[in-house]
């Protein structure tokens, strides 16, 4: 298919990428864990949830402002955290920032971002709020030294990922053997008036990404890190509200609110941890249930339209992440290109909104979706032997 125009919704966004980036990032970016089972329901378990418009309403002025953790935001639509941006574009999370400023709303960025933090806020503005995805590691001094380094740089929260206390096997990376390229740097793990210099840095002063990816991650993640003993740490090196990514079930959602948690983002890491997990729509409902509005919901996984999230919205969560639909659009056209895939989704959102019949992100709710009667049901004995009993769950 050939393009004459910029893309024109984010399934183009994805064509394009894939023909634009090597092998091995695009299967770096794109993978999900052993058969893909949970990434290929994120996105098409949305289609399984159907939309109950309302008519003859004024929907001559569509706002999208809401609020997240009490900071007016222009939109729900934000940035989920990933990693080394620059596989994308030259350029990378820096332009992601100039883009997210222009969506006007939320950027989280990755720990294993190859742009520094310092670098990435420095892009933004007062009307955009930056946060910070963290991983927990058994020397715990190194993501405490990134905790307060964030804090000091200006961003708002804390967003802790619990679902990668070990890394998932994603067979497309095994068979590509991939290693990020040699001279791209993790520059959150580089002292800051190194990688923050104006003159730039030599490689020598630095581990390369592959390098400090495989000295962090996977065998050196904190896996003792528990509700008992990881939340209450971070409490006490920072005052940044912390949000739990990774929050698939009522159980934990009942404990983040225990512990103090501002939020949850029910994800599954884009299905690249545990295949199997439900599609991250089909958990929403149990964690904003459990929640009873005592803390944000949020969520990422599979949102490619705007009636995406619309129906997340409609069910419950307050704000809804994209990740790769941003690294398409940044390998596409670099800043100009992943600010098109947040304002397709944008104005795909308005559209679903006005032919819905709403005007404000408050007004939508359940209301407006049919969920499907057969989704998922937790074996539970007692119940699933007992028909009247399943109906009355259902």
Avoid at 112 to 127: C, F, H, M, P, R
Avoid at 276 to 303: C, F, H, M, R, S
Avoid at 350 to 376: A, C, F, H, Q
Wanted: with cysteine; proline share 5%.
């Amino acid at each position: 298919m050939e393009f004459n125009n910029d893309p024109v919704c984010i399934k183009d966004l994805e064509k394009l990428a894939m023909k634009v980036m090597p092998g091995g990032a695009w299967g770096y970016y794109d993978s999900g864990a052993n058969d893909e089972q949970t990434k290929r329901d994120n996105e098409d378990s949305f289609s399984e949830y159907r939309l109950h418009p309302r008519m003859l309403r004024d929907v001559s002025q569509i706002s999208t402002e809401t609020t997240i953790l009490g900071q007016k935001v222009k939109t729900p639509l934000g940035v989920a955290p990933c990693a080394m941006h620059k596989l994308a574009h030259p350029e990378g999370e820096a332009a992601t920032s100039r883009a997210a400023v222009k969506n006007g709303s939320i950027m989280i960025l990755s720990t294993y971002s190859t742009t520094s933090l310092e670098k990435v806020i420095a892009q933004g503005n007062g009307d955009t709020q930056y946060w910070m995805q963290l991983y927990v590691y058994q020397d715990r001094s190194v993501s405490e030294k990134l905790v307060r380094r964030a804090e000091k740089a200006g961003f708002k929260a804390l967003v802790l990922t619990v679902d990668a206390p070990v890394l998932g096997r994603r067979l497309v990376d095994a068979r590509n053997k991939f290693n990020p390229p040699p001279h791209l740097r993790l520059e959150n793990f580089m002292e800051p008036e190194i990688a923050n210099d104006p003159a730039g840095y030599s490689s020598g002063l630095a581990y390369s990404s592959s390098e400090t990816f495989g000295a962090t991650f996977g065998a050196n993640g904190d896996q003792t890190l528990s509700w008992a003993n990881g939340i209450s740490w971070l409490k006490s090196i920072t005052s940044m509200p912390i949000i739990v990514k990774g929050i698939m079930t009522a159980e934990d959602t009942r404990l983040a609110i225990e512990h103090g948690c501002a939020g949850v983002i029910v994800s599954n890491h884009g299905g690249r941890q545990l295949d199997g997990a439900l599609a991250t729509i089909d958990a929403l409902p149990q964690v904003v249930e459990a929640a009873e509005n005592k803390i944000e919901v949020y969520l990422d996984g599979g949102v490619r339209r705007g009636s995406d999230i619309f129906k997340a919205l409609a069910l419950g969560a307050r704000a809804v992440f994209v990740a790769r639909p941003v690294l398409w659009g940044l390998a596409y056209k670099g800043e100009h290109g992943a600010h098109l895939a947040l304002d397709l989704l944008q104005k795909e959102l308005e559209l679903t909104m006005t032919l819905s019949g709403t005007t404000k992100v408050s007004e939508i709710d359940e209301s407006y979706v049919y969920k499907p009667v057969n989704r998922w049901i937790r074996y539970a004995p007692g119940i699933n032997g007992n028909p009247k009993k399943l109906l009355a769950k259902l």
